[in-house]
């Protein structure tokens, strides 16, 4: 199998097992188009509560 063949293979090996071929979902956006401050707090204030309700301290950045 080859990056450039992987969908066109993988249907392939799918078809040799008796199995059903899904085409892989298209990418969503990268990380970089929706990564930015509001998700850092977010995730940030989010962690510390649940790790705070597991017995864990939160984390200090």
């Known amino acids: 199998m080859r990056g450039e ?3 066109e ?3 392939l090996l799918t078809q040799r097992g008796s199995l059903t071929w899904h085409a ?3 990418l969503g956006p990268a990380l970089s ?3 930015d401050t ?3 707090s977010l995730t940030r204030k989010t962690y510390a509560a649940v790790s705070t ?3 864990f301290k ?3 950045f």
């Open 5 to 7: 063949s992987l969908a």
């Open 9 to 11: 293979d993988l249907k």
């Open 24 to 26: 892989p979902p298209p």
């Open 33 to 35: 188009e929706i990564y």
């Open 38 to 40: 509001e998700l850092t």
């Open 53 to 55: 309700n597991f017995g």
């Open 58 to 60: 939160p984390l200090r």
